[in-house]
């Protein structure tokens, strides 16, 4: 079983490597932004309550996104493992999973954290776009649709740009993240279970290194 934390700044790479760890390991992926995301659209309680912090770059409370992730993890689907995308951001969420994992017995087995230069993340949070139908992620400087404005996933023509990926948001968000950032990896290294990843690299170069920590474990 392969239980993953995936930790980085906003626009490490977290989904793009989460995509091809799913491909190989048919694990299941869980990211809260997404989930935050969808409870906006679907304008839920949650999502109302979440678009408050969101749109201005803030954290959404620990509690409402621990809550979100313990009922995530015990639907049925999650049997050969997850990765959980963005989450903990937190120390008090790092210890509210430590619960709720020993509840349903879904303990971690790796912290892998990717690390990216801010001049980078910005410049590609800048340059992401996403479908707007079913959500796949693109960037205009490394990673265009391969036909002219259609989705390679869904096929859709609709796409937009994430509004905290709007420059006046991008500054708090990494400010915000890059506060918690340290102490998070210092927690799961002192347990044992952290790996530091260069996400400079190429998506391809990045995924061969996360997939030499995973290989490990199986
Ligand atoms: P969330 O959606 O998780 O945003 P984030 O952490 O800011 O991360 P991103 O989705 O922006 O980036 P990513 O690391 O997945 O990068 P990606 O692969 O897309 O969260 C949104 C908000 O929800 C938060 O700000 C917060 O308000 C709230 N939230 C979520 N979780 C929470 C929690 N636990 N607690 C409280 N609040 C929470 O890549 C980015 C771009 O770069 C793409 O265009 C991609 O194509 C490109 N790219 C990726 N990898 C490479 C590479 N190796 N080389 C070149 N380009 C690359």
């Keep these: 079983m392969i239980n993953i934390f995936l930790l980085g700044l906003p626009g490490a790479g977290k989904g793009t490597v989460s995509e091809q760890i799913v ?4 694990l299941t992926h869980i990211s809260t932004g997404d989930m935050f995301r969808e409870a906006m659209a679907n304008e839920t309680k949650v999502g109302l309550e979440a678009k408050s912090y969101i749109d201005k770059g803030d954290l959404v409370p620990d509690e409402v996104t621990a ?13 050969e493992g997850y990765i959980l995308d963005g989450f903990p951001r937190t120390i ?7 619960d709720i994992a020993k509840r349903m017995n879904k303990q971690l087995t790796n912290v892998i ?6 001049e980078t993340l910005i410049r590609r949070l800048s340059a992401r776009f996403m479908c707007k139908k079913c959500g796949a992620t693109y960037n205009k400087i490394t990673k265009m649709p391969k036909v002219k404005e259609t989705c390679d996933r869904c096929g859709s023509h609709d796409f937009y740009q994430r509004e905290d990926d709007k420059p006046e948001v ?30 400079e690299q190429t998506p391809e170069e990045v995924f061969k290194n996360v997939d030499a920590v995973l290989s490990k474990k199986q």
Excluded at 92 to 98: G, H, K, T
Excluded at 170 to 187: G, H, I, S, Y
């Design 92 to 98: 008090v969420q790092a210890e509210l999973f430590e």
């Design 113 to 118: 954290s990717l690390e990216v230069k801010e």
């Design 23 to 26: 491909d190989k390991y048919h």
């Design 67 to 79: 809550k979100l992730v313990e009922e995530r993890l015990g639907q049925p689907d999650i049997n």
């Design 170 to 199: 991008v500054q708090n968000r990494l400010k915000v993240n890059e506060k918690m950032n340290a102490p998070l990896k210092d927690f799961y290294q002192k347990k044992g279970l952290l790996t530091v990843v260069d996400g």
